[in-house]
């Protein structure tokens, strides 16, 4: 059986759950609560070290981090999540990392309560969000402005780089950002919430 220890709300673990859908492999899921800690607990330290989820079990494996775990499944099951050539590969790589990688560190909620109580309250929760998911899915945008860019990030083939881009809109949409300026992000994401893979995948679907 593969289990998958996630949150709901958790982009990480929304991209890994989109992975699973698409490829078509069924999986238990095991909620990790990050509003009361359970991350931090002796159980999820022990799967995870860094204290984070998910952690996919799969295969005799026990495997962290959501671009690991989307790579290595594009690997051993296919499904085109990874282009075939290696510019393909980079770019959509360079897609996944400018939304993991870039918007994702500094919007993770325990970064943001930091940036909070550090201020005094001059910075709120929510003006931190809008800032740098605005101003990292405007980088997006741009990047998309490019000729492999079709229905998808990647030409008309889901690859990691959309498993990234709609849990990013989730929470762009969450903290209020303003998409009218970003109608490439915006088609893309219409286009894949249309696929049975991604809606079995949304928060709603796991809501605690």
């Given at each position: 059986m593969t289990v998958l220890y996630d949150y709901w709300r958790s982009s990480a673990s929304y991209r890994v759950r989109i992975a699973l859908a698409h490829l078509g492999v069924a999986w238990q899921a095991v909620p990790v609560n990050l509003?009361?800690?359970?991350?931090?607990?002796?159980?999820?330290?022990?799967?995870?070290?860094?204290?984070?989820?998910?952690?996919?079990?799969?295969?005799?494996?026990?495997?962290?981090?959501?671009?690991?775990?989307?790579?290595?499944?594009?690997?051993?099951?296919?499904?085109?999540?990874?282009?075939?050539?290696?510019?393909?590969?980079?770019?959509?790589?360079?897609?996944?990392?400018?939304?993991?990688?870039?918007?994702?560190?500094v919007c993770n909620l325990s970064v943001g309560k930091y940036a909070v109580d550090a201020s005094g309250g001059a910075i709120t929760t929510e003006s931190w969000m809008r800032h740098f998911i605005a101003k990292g899915l405007a980088a997006l945008e741009q990047m998309l402005d490019h000729p492999a860019t079709g229905r998808f990030c990647h030409g008309d083939q889901v690859t990691m780089a959309d498993l990234c881009l709609v849990p990013q809109v989730f929470n762009a949409r969450r903290w209020g950002v303003d998409l009218a300026p970003l109608p490439r992000i915006t088609a893309i994401e219409a286009a894949l919430a249309e696929l049975p893979s991604v809606q079995v995948a949304h928060p709603d679907q796991w809501r605690e």
């Open positions: 509003v009361d800690g359970s991350q931090r607990g002796t159980d999820n330290l022990a799967r995870n070290p860094q204290g984070l989820v998910p952690t996919l079990e799969i295969d005799g494996l026990r495997l962290t981090q959501s671009l690991a775990i989307i790579e290595y499944l594009a690997e051993t099951r296919g499904g085109g999540l990874m282009p075939a050539d290696a510019a393909g590969r980079a770019r959509v790589r360079a897609l996944s990392y400018a939304v993991a990688m870039e918007i994702h560190p």
